[in-house]
Structures are given as structure tokens and as C-alpha cells.
């Protein structure tokens, strides 16, 4: 079991940039894949970027070469830096980490973004 805490929410206008953070409540060192979804009013939650123990990452087409997921150990946290960011973008922000069959979501970060 590990607790999630997402953070860096926020309004901001097109073409701005936000940093979302993900703390476990535990070192992630093990954790298999840790993920970033997101969740628009009337749709489906969708993945946006994960990242694996190995440094691999993913990315749905519509944020590629605007986000970048990262990920320190140390501070048992993920990140996700946003750029560029569009109208489109808004929507409920959830942490997700797996770690064998197992996994946990976070409560959710909202991001809201302004024409």
C-alpha cells in the first residue's frame, strides 16, 4: 500500500506551464510504473505520462513534446512539467503508481486553463 499526494494544480492562461508533484508515502524505488491520468468533466480518465523504475517513459500523443514525467527516488516523488499548455488541458490531474498487481491512486490535482 502507498498513499499518494498530488500537488501543483492550478489556473493558468494558454501557453503557460505548470509543475505537478506526486509524493508517496513510501520510497518508490520498487514501484514498477508510476503514472499521470487525467479526467475532463463528461470523460473517460485518460493516461497522460508514465514512467517505469528504469527511467522509460510514455506519453499520450496530444501532450507529446509539451510534458515531461520525471521522477526522484530520493524524494519518493514523480513529477510532471506541463508547457504549452492548452484549453484542452483542463482537467482533474491523478497520480497512479503500480507495483506488481497492485496499485494506488492519488486523490487528484485540478488544472484549469484559460483562452
Known amino acids: 500500500q502507498v498513499q499518494l499526494v498530488e500537488s501543483g494544480g492550478g489556473l493558468v492562461q494558454a501557453g503557460g506551464s505548470l509543475r505537478l508533484s506526486c509524493t508517496a508515502s513510501?520510497?518508490?524505488?520498487?514501484?514498477?510504473?508510476m503514472g499521470w491520468y487525467r479526467q475532463a468533466p463528461g470523460k473517460q480518465r485518460e493516461l497522460v505520462a508514465a514512467i517505469t523504475g528504469g527511467g522509460n517513459t510514455n506519453y499520450a500523443d496530444s501532450v507529446k513534446g509539451r510534458f515531461t514525467i520525471s521522477r526522484d527516488s530520493a524524494k519518493n516523488t514523480v513529477y510532471l512539467q506541463m508547457n504549452e499548455l492548452k484549453p484542452e488541458d483542463t482537467a482533474l490531474y491523478f497520480c497512479?503508481?503500480?507495483?506488481?498487481?497492485?496499485?494506488?491512486w492519488g486523490q487528484g490535482t485540478q488544472v484549469t486553463v484559460s483562452s
Open positions: 513510501r520510497n518508490i524505488f520498487n514501484i514498477n510504473v
Open positions: 497512479k503508481a503500480n507495483y506488481g498487481i497492485n496499485y494506488n
